[in-house]
């Protein structure tokens, strides 16, 4: 194996689909101020580990000068997850609709399905179950040419592959209400299947000028994962201190091997919890705890990480302060102790404007399902060391000056120990995705502004730049890290009921070694219609510009396609 083999673990994931329909609200007032009616109702992909017990983390917002009630096309090559709160009560309400379908299908045989509802089954009994199918089957643009010098690939989509990638996932989800706390358990299970891209340069040798490329013979996957949990919280303002923990049990397994014959299987035992009291009106003082056990059956070494925040917080009318530290152990995996600090300031000025300044870290797991979620295709012939960031220094302003403008700006800095970096290489036959693992710097600043009237018409715009630094021994990973990236988006009303939309992205990436990837360079338009408040048609064209690049999965996204469908809430 070439000569960063060693520093490499091949991986694979979730492919990022460019035709999937994704209803979502941005909890960002600042940033976003239209209130999604059209799906009450609308979780995402929910599984046993993205329950999270734990308080959230406020980011900071500035007031509301206005909301604007619409129903609106989102961007459908995403699947965000979407957390329900342990103690929603008001989901509760029989005016909320309850269920939610979607169905839609596009060219490539791009499909997503998802079905969901909420059932009361008393006023202190709830049942929330869930089923999703998506992916797609069809050819696109494949191959790389491999560098011989830096060993960076270079896009070669002079040939066509036909790409498989199909994932399907159901999850429940039961809830008991007593007087003080509320109990919960439930459970989640995902498999799905997908090919390899096969070795252009070996194929081009091999097939004398035919177009057509052939999987490798152990080209096609399947990854099942699943688990369990329970937990119970307490009610808010009911008791004097407030505490919730949740246990559980998750599994991801592959069940071919590439390096390791019969493929190999990874289990999670996954603990976590709060308690918080509150010294007075404004004061509160609390420890937020967590411990994953995880085990291997077979290659990899057992490990266990241990976590701990205790935090100090206060608000007035103007400021918001937390002061946390970040107290994190590992035993075995290059183990040992990692400290990081958690400290939140906010001042809140006119109103309307936010001035904030974060320095923050933490310590992530890198188990099977984070590398899933990072990268598609992988293998594991070494195992990835926990990534622990000591510091991330963020400031920012946040401020709504007009009714119906946002605008944001920020700049930061931050340092990753085990950063995460794709490298595909190929072998026989195949091409897989490299995660390679390096200690990065890396500056940044953005700047973002939205303009929403009424249900008229939404704008908005980002703009992003980075600055990344490695050890020039490894300067080779950042070849697909972004340099700088911006974005448009325009939302209008045609006429009562009917939307029209399109968004625009363009990614540059750092030129490495003298090598630049393709650019990001994204036009995606839409429409939707809206019956009754209930049923809403919806078409997207993405790629319209039919370009091939590559995302950090390592894979080229498909060329031009059409997605149309269906959504039902009731």
Known sequence: MKKYRKHILICAGLVTLNSVAAQQQKNDSTVNRTVVVENQYNPEVMDAFKVNVLPKIEEPAVAKKQIDYASSVHQMNKFPVY????????????????????????????????????????????????????????????????????????????????????????????????????????????????????????????????????????????????????????????????????????????KHGVYIPGGMSESVVHTQGYISAGIDDRQDVGVTFGMDNVFY??????????????????????????????????????????????????????????????????????????????????????????????????LGLKAAPLTGFGLGIYAGYRETRNELFSMPYADGGGIYNGIAQAKARVAYAGLSADYSFRDMFDLGFNGNFYGWNVQKAVEQLLWLKPLYSIGFNARAKVFNGFHAMA??????????????????????????????????????????????????SGYPVQGFNVMGGVSLNF
């Not at 057509?212 to 080209?219: C, H, I, R, W």
């Not at 188990?367 to 990072?374: A, H, K, L, Q, R």
């Open 297 to 394: 059956d077979k290659a990899f070494s057992n490990y266990s990480l241990v976590k701990l925040r205790p935090y100090y917080s206060v608000k007035t009318e103007s400021v918001s302060l937390t002061a946390g530290l970040n107290v994190d152990f590992q035993i075995s995996n290059a183990g040992g102790l990692k400290l990081s600090p958690d400290v939140r300031f906010d001042y809140t000025f006119a109103d309307s404007y936010v001035l904030y300044a974060h320095v923050t870290g933490n310590t992530k797991l890198n188990d099977f399902e984070t590398i899933n979620g990072f990268s598609p295709f992988w293998v594991q012939p070494v195992q990835l060391n926990t990534s622990y960031t000591p510091y991330d220094v963020k």
């Open 83 to 254: 957390h329900m709160d342990v103690m929603n009560r008001e989901i509760t309400e029989d005016k909320v609709r309850r269920g939610y379908v979607r169905l839609s299908y596009g060219n490539r045989n791009n499909t997503d399905l998802k079905g969901a509802y909420l059932w009361n089954i008393t006023d202190r009994d709830m049942l929330d179950v869930m089923a999703t199918f998506h992916g797609y089957s069809g050819k696109i643009g494949a191959g790389y040419d491999f560098d011989p010098v830096t060993e960076i690939p270079v896009l070669n989509c002079d040939k066509e592959w036909k790409h498989r990638f199909f994932r399907i996932g159901a999850s429940l989800k039961y809830t008991h209400d007593f007087d003080k706390v509320s109990m919960y358990v439930g459970g989640d299970f995902a498999s799905q299947v997908f090919n390899y891209m096969p070795d252009v340069q070996l194929s081009a040798s091999s097939s004398q000028g035919n177009e057509k490329t052939e999987t490798p013979s152990f080209g096609h996957q399947l990854f099942m994962s699943g688990g369990g949990y329970v937990g119970v919280t307490s009610v808010k303002d009911v008791l004097p201190v407030e505490f919730g923990f949740q246990t559980g049990y998750k599994m991801f397994s592959r």
């Open 503 to 552: 968004e625009y992205t363009y990614e540059g990436r750092k030129k490495t070694l003298g090598i630049k990837a393709d650019a990001v360079n994204e036009l995606n338009i839409g429409a939707e219609y809206l019956f009754n408040d209930r049923v809403n048609v919806f078409l997207k064209l993405n790629n319209l510009l039919n370009r091939n690049y590559v995302t950090e």
